[in-house]
């Protein structure tokens, strides 16, 4: 089971940073995730959030600011990272590409819709690396249908949310639309109930799962024991040494 390490290592260093995917790494993340927006001058920038009132102080929507004014901000300075030793940019996508090392994979999270690809596709081509080092995920499945037309040497898997006790969708249900939409895998969140009879299931029908977001190491050792893909987790080096002490 791979580990891929939420935001980069986001336990440690704030989130979508490049001090948190170089922390990743260097903890032994078998790959970073990363979520995308578009700025108003149509960059490729890294934040999860809309807009930066969380995160960099200033509560306006990253569609509304150009890069050099996301720039602007301090990206490491929030929460409890106040008064710490980080201070960080809001990052280009091309940035972070950059720190993929040779083997490792980066999972990008595309917030906006098909009409990021155009530029998506461009700062992919310039970054050098392989298509099977950058897989693609999206909470709507439209967008991910978009990028494996548009990227189709790519892995995209669609992000389905938990949506509680007796809303569970039908997992012959998430399967038919993932394979209608010509997808690669599902990225569940851990709630759903995921055992080896479902991943199973889901690997006949020639899919991966992902799962998210998990810190618990006996959660994260069940899913291991069933068989999923991979685990993203806040804490990629700390749940490494759970998992190899269990």
């Known amino acids: 089971m ?11 260093a704030p989130e979508n940073t490049l001090a948190a995917l170089r922390l990743g790494f260097a903890q032994g993340a078998d790959a970073g995730e990363v979520d995308v927006h578009l700025s108003r ?57 950059a720190l993929v090392p040779a083997g490792r994979r980066l999972f990008i999270e595309l917030k906006v819709g098909a009409e990021i690809l155009p530029e998506l596709e461009q700062v992919i081509r310039a970054s050098g690396l392989a298509p099977r080092q950058l897989p693609l995920i999206t909470f709507d499945l439209a967008t991910a249908r978009a990028a494996k037309l548009r990227l189709p040497a790519h892995e995209v898997c669609w992000i389905v949310e938990y949506p509680g006790f007796g809303r569970t969708p039908r997992l012959d249900d998430l399967i038919h639309q993932a394979k209608a939409a010509g997808l690669n895998g599902l990225d569940l ?41 991979g685990l993203t987790t806040n804490r990629p080096g700390w749940m490494r040494e759970q998992l190899s002490a269990a």
Request: charged share 25%; proline share 3%.
């Open 189 to 229: 969140e851990f709630k759903f109930p995921i055992d080896a009879a479902y991943v199973q299931t889901i690997h006949a029908a020639g899919l991966k799962l992902y799962t998210w977001t998990v810190d618990d190491p006996a959660v994260a050792r069940a899913l291991a024991a069933a068989g999923v893909d």
């Open 41 to 97: 001058d149509a960059r490729i920038v890294v934040h999860h959030d809309a807009d930066t009132g969380r995160t960099a102080g200033r509560k306006q929507a990253l569609a509304a600011q150009t890069v050099g004014e996301l720039r602007a901000l301090d990206a490491g300075q929030w929460g409890r990272w106040q008064g710490s030793a980080f201070s960080e940019k809001i990052p280009l996508l091309a940035e972070i590409l």
């Open 2 to 12: 791979k580990l891929i390490a939420h935001r980069g290592a986001s336990h440690d």
